[in-house]
């Protein structure tokens, strides 16, 4: 069941720009997270956004939740080469704690 | 130096055989998770283990099985019965949170499949 849909699913951009990318999700949730994936590798754990906060910054990211809306947005600003990678978002919901679903992934390229 | 492995990175099958997927942790990690991941797509949940001799069913685990004997070790077993094997298989595992709340997910490299 995925949980979390991510907006756009390829975007193209040119060094220096930010790029954002959105996730809208379901149901109610406890967290909601950000990783990256380079190409064929596993994911890494980029940022964590509860339930009751609005915004959080790490670096040049940063993220957003309107659990009204029940959507995300991921910022990268000053994007650079190594920033190419696909995103995806994951909502730890509250109907079971124990697991996180992950989104389909939005496909960052950035462009020198 | 801490982490997650997962070997061998790339396997080859006949179609009709079991295969074997070795996950190891020396993180320390309670839970520990495996997902398939097709191109272009994102992860899907095959089984899930939050402590030793214990692990659940996730949302695609017809095909596949698991035993997590070790703390350290959750090795995934994709069977004949699997209809359509070939993909990336992703493990992960998860320092533990208040009540089982899931918290960042810390994941291996990877191990691609083929079945031909």
């Known amino acids: 069941s995925q949980q979390g849909e991510e907006d756009p699913q390829a975007l193209s951009i040119q060094e220096g720009e930010n790029a954002t990318m959105n996730c809208s999700y379901k149901?109610?949730?406890?967290?909601l997270q950000w990783y990256r994936q380079n190409s064929g590798r596993g994911l890494v754990h980029l940022i964590l956004?509860?339930?009751?906060?609005r915004e959080k910054h790490s670096g040049r990211l940063r993220v957003t939740l309107d659990t009204s809306k029940k959507s995300s947005s991921l910022l990268i600003t000053a994007s650079r080469a190594a920033d190419t990678a696909s995103y995806f978002c994951?909502?730890?919901?509250?109907?079971?704690?124990?697991?996180?679903?992950f989104g389909s992934g939005t496909r960052l390229s950035i462009r020198p | 130096d801490g982490g997650i492995t997962q070997s061998p990175k790339y396997l080859f099958r006949k179609e009709g055989q079991n295969v074997t997927l070795s996950c190891e942790q020396n993180?320390?990690?309670?839970?520990m998770y495996w997902y398939r991941q097709d191109p272009g797509q994102g992860l899907r949940l095959i089984y899930y283990?939050?402590?030793?001799?214990?692990?659940q069913k996730g949302d695609i685990a017809e095909g596949y099985s698991v035993s997590r004997e070790k703390k350290e070790s959750f090795p995934l077993t994709v069977t004949s019965a699997q209809k359509n094997p070939t993909a990336f298989y992703l493990c992960?595992?998860?320092?533990?949170?208040?009540?089982?709340?899931?918290?960042?997910?810390?994941f291996g490299p990877g191990t691609r499949l083929t079945v031909t």
């Open positions: 992960a595992s998860s320092p533990p949170g208040l009540a089982g709340l899931i918290y960042e997910q810390y």
């Open positions: 149901t109610s949730i406890n967290n």
């Open positions: 956004i509860r339930s009751n906060e």
């Open positions: 994951a909502t730890a919901p509250y109907s079971s704690a124990s697991k996180i679903i």
């Open positions: 993180l320390n990690h309670d839970a």
């Open positions: 283990s939050q402590i030793v001799n214990d692990f």
